[in-house]
């Protein structure tokens, strides 16, 4: 090496020792500089290690490349190739052991002297060298010395003994070697396989060759130029990489004709490429004037490559100092880590940092791997701190059959969990709709039942003119206010407030009923008080406070609206204006805020946004003239739009502005779960064939079959084909005949249809004993089943051979026309098969095909066969 630029090697053995080979060779010695000061004479090579050097070996001149001895004992003997040839072992301490001590000196001399390119140690027998030299006409370019070897020619002819510096002792001279290879080529680079003792593979001058020495007459041996660098993969022994200029070529042993892989690096030639020794499938490649290393993840890609694919690797690179590099050796046993050298000797520890990969599971675990670690983040069932996230809602909705009530709508929010008020809203918004459309259909059908779930908004706007306003009394009191006289429109708004029930009778008693059931005591005599009776929101309020969950604080809130009077300069309205806003109840404020207010001027009530959405609106129907009433609407509508609020739905309907404020719910939480089942209830084909409902509608099936949902997904799609017809899918797959290719599936029906009845096959009897053996459209017979022998197309109950206790077991589960035991089945891969029921009886003792001398494993072939779906395993 002298001449060139430095090289570094790490011990096999020693962690903790390096040396670097230039015109000498320098043992370098790494401590850690975590809780200590840096020594007087060590080097610094990162933030937490410096080098301390130990010796200096300058016994070797013309240095060309250096190989440590790979075994524990000796422990620093090195093998040194010289410029003529020559292998000298050498060490670099003071070894005490006699055994190994006549080895430092020893040399292996070629016949005909040329330049030693490359030296590798046997990882099996320790006692094998390889060495590869240039080109000689006469002489072999691979020699294998044994360095425990004692032959010595008695004589020795001075110019192949000739020394580099000085004479040698001619014991210590070894000049046949125990096998030569190569003859007339040239050798550039070197390695043993690691899964023979005997083979080497060696990068010659035109081709890569794999040496058996067992029989060295013969080598098997690929023509390429990429033969510089050769090394093998120390976690897959048949991935091998090496090198040609600015080229890395990476080859498969297996499939040796021409690599899987080549990865073109930047102009500049290559002067390393390395495995990790602690890393599978990672390669490190270094160019020449450059101070970036290059790193290949090759990881994913341990099988062999077929010929039309290439691996996916990832590529990086890193910079472990700003001056150019050298060389580099990896740590053999330290995760990721090594030491880079410099043309001027200036080294640098330094670890690759580990890519974080991240997954998320359909389940909501968060996974990230991290070198060899794996680390899971999961939510803890038992932490009610925190909200759940949206998906573990959604989870738990379909394993509750959330939204598939289609009968009593409402009860879909107690399947949510009844925790939000919003889907609340939501759901009882959707249940009176559909309630009072059918209602409205069975009285004058095709009239207004598609304006219900166009929502209040067009409600309103199909009633303005319509509605004159009066002065009614207060209930018990001597005190008017104006109320719009309710028409039909209004009627219907209000019942899908909830207020009102079905019916010609404007009567909020039952609703005021229901409130105090669910002891919602404050809401109840507000609405009670928005009706004008005072007196019962009164003995509402002392039924709360007398209650065992109530607040005795609604007695007080009793005795103040005992005391209302309709005198604007009052002290009761004054104290009330003032201290209404320190009330907690937004209910209880907004009474004393209609109380207090001008008449005409509601703002108070209307503008108060923790009040339900249902509550202000049926107030402003009450009490807002038509301009008034539609200026509210419209600008609420646009509130509940941007804030994608559920309540406005109310309002919306299930219309292109409901599609718009469920879009802003969906943007703010992600439940595209709640958006489809929505968006099915009511909504006209032109809103369902809106892109954003049915992205909608296909991210949530992709998640039920993600989480393994797929009986949950069958009855989200047999719902979904219920309330939209448009989306019920065509038949995909059906039996077709081997000969005509015609499909017999319809013939197949057990159900008769008109124009061809059963006797037409030859069949009598009761048309669900349908007995269909041969195609309909070309005669041809149908195949018989592996089992009973007979065709398919004769349904299972009338097979022969099945005892009645197996025909009841399989049979008597659901007695449809179209049972799955009649279902023709076969196997992919033998053909083989027959009647449903049939093979699943085979199959639940025998692991092989019923057929004889037929082998095939059918039921292990369908890895999906194994799979269990999740909703069965506990949430």
């Known amino acids: 090496m002298s001449g ?148 010595t020619p008695d004589i020795v002819p001075m110019e192949k003994v000739r020394l580099s510096a000085g004479e040698t002792e001619t014991t210590l001279l070894v000049t046949k070697p125990l096998y030569e290879l190569g003859q007339n080529d040239a050798c550039l680079s070197l390695c043993w396989l690691p899964r023979d003792q005997k083979l080497l593979l060696a990068g010659m001058h035109r081709n890569l060759a794999i040496f058996d020495l067992r029989n060295t007459s013969q080598k098997m041996f690929v023509n390429t130029k990429a033969v510089q660098g050769v090394t093998v993969d120390p976690y897959f022994h048949d991935r091998v990489a090496s090198f040609y200029e600015g080229q890395v070529a990476i080859w498969d042993l297996r499939k040796f004709e021409k690599p899987v892989l080549t990865l073109t690096e930047q102009p500049k030639p290559l002067t390393k490429v390395a495995w990790c020794p602690t890393r599978t499938g990672l390669l490190a490649t270094l160019t020449r004037d450059s101070n970036i290393i290059r790193l290949y993840d090759m990881q994913h890609t341990p099988t062999p490559i077929g010929d039309e694919t290439e691996p996916t690797i990832i590529e990086r690179s890193v910079q472990p100092c700003d001056n150019y590099i050298a060389s580099f050796a990896w740590h053999p046993t330290s995760q990721n880590r090594m030491i880079v050298v410099t043309p001027n000797r200036t080294m640098s520890d330094f670890t690759v940092f580990e890519r974080i990969s991240l997954a998320w599971s359909p389940i909501t675990s968060l996974m990230w791997a991290c070198g060899r670690h794996l680390y899971e983040c999961a939510e803890e069932e038992n932490d009610n701190s925190l909200e759940k996230d949206i998906a573990t809602k959604m989870r738990l909705r379909a394993l509750s059959r959330y939204g598939l009530d289609t009968e009593q709508v409402w009860r879909n929010h107690i399947l949510a969990g009844n925790e939000d008020p919003q889907l609340k809203s939501l759901w009882y918004t959707l249940h009176f709709m559909k309630q009072y459309t059918e209602d409205m259909d069975q009285k004058s059908p095709g009239n207004k039942g598609s304006l219900v779930y166009a929502g209040i908004k067009s409600i309103v706007k199909s009633s303005l ?14 005190k008017q206010s104006d109320i719009q006289n309710l028409n039909e429109e209004r009627i219907l708004a209000l019942q899908l407030c909830g207020w009102i029930k079905k019916g010609t009778d404007i009567d909020v008693g039952p609703f005021l009923n229901s409130l105090v059931q669910e002891g919602e005591w404050e809401r109840a005599a507000a609405v009670a008080l928005f009706n004008l009776d005072i007196r019962r929101a009164i003995q509402i309020l002392n039924e709360g406070a007398s209650s065992e969950k109530g607040d005795l604080n609604l007695n007080v809130v009793a005795m103040a609206l005992s005391g209302y009077t309709d005198e604007k300069n009052s002290l009761w309205r004054e104290m009330c204006s003032t201290l209404r806003l320190q009330l907690n109840n937004p209910y209880l404020c907004v009474m004393f805020a209609f109380l207090t207010s001008e008449t005409g001027s509601y703002d108070g009530v209307l503008y108060e946004n923790k009040v339900a959405v249902r509550d202000r609106v049926a107030f402003a129907c009450k009490f807002l003239s038509d301009s008034q009433l539609n200026r509210y609407i419209e600008k609420l509508t646009n509130e509940m739009k941007e804030a994608g609020n559920l309540e406005g739905i109310l309002l919306t309907g299930l219309t292109k502005d409901g599609v718009d404020l469920m879009e802003s719910y969906v943007d703010r939480t992600g439940d595209v779960q709640t958006a489809s089942y929505c968006m099915l209830q009511g909504s006209p084909l032109d809103v369902l064939k809106d892109e954003r409902v049915q992205y909608w509608i296909e991210n949530y099936r992709n998640l039920l079959d993600a989480w393994r949902f797929w009986h949950k997904r069958a009855e989200f799609d047999i719902h979904r084909s219920k309330l939209d017809p448009s989306s019920k899918p065509l038949a995909q797959v059906f039996v077709s005949c081997n000969f005509c290719g015609k499909s017999i599936s319809y013939s197949c029906s057990t159900v008769p249809h008109q124009g061809r009845g059963f006797s037409q096959y030859g069949v009598s009897g009761s048309p669900t004993k349908s007995k269909v053996t041969s195609c309909p459209g070309c005669r041809k017979p149908l195949p018989r089943c592996a089992l009973c022998l007979i065709n398919m197309g004769t349904p299972v109950s009338s097979c022969p051979g099945g005892s009645k206790s197996d025909e009841k077991v399989d049979l008597s589960k659901d007695k449809k026309l179209a049972q799955f035991n009649n279902w023709f089945t076969w196997c992919h891969n033998c053909r083989h098969g027959g009647h449903a029921g049939h093979m699943l009886s085979w199959f639940r003792d025998h692991a092989e095909c019923p057929v004889s001398a037929c082998t095939c494993k059918c039921m292990q072939l369908d890895t999906t066969g194994n799979l269990v779906p999740a909703e069965t395993v506990q949430p």
């Open 465 to 478: 003119g319509m509605v004159e306003s009066s002065r009614h009394n207060w209930s018990s009191l001597d």
């Open 4 to 151: 060139t630029k430095p090289d570094i090697l790490w011990a096999p053995h020693q962690v903790d020792r390096f040396v670097v080979c230039d015109s000498e060779l320098s043992l370098y010695h790494v401590e850690s500089t975590v809780n200590s000061e840096l020594k007087a004479g060590s080097l610094r090579l990162s933030e937490d290690s410096a080098a301390t050097l130990l010796s200096i070996n300058s016994d070797t001149p013309y240095m060309k490349c250096v190989a440590w001895y790979l075994n524990y004992d000796p422990e620093c003997l090195l093998a040194v190739g010289q410029a003529n040839g020559r292998v000298v072992l050498t060490s670099l301490g003071q070894d005490h052991n006699s055994k190994f001590k006549d080895l430092i000196g020893k040399e292996f001399v070629p016949k005909h002297a040329r330049q030693c390119n490359t030296l590798a140690w046997n990882p099996l027998d320790s006692n094998w060298l390889a060495a590869g030299l240039d080109k000689h006409r006469a002489d072999f370019s691979v020699l294998i010395w044994d360095i425990c070897s004692k032959y």
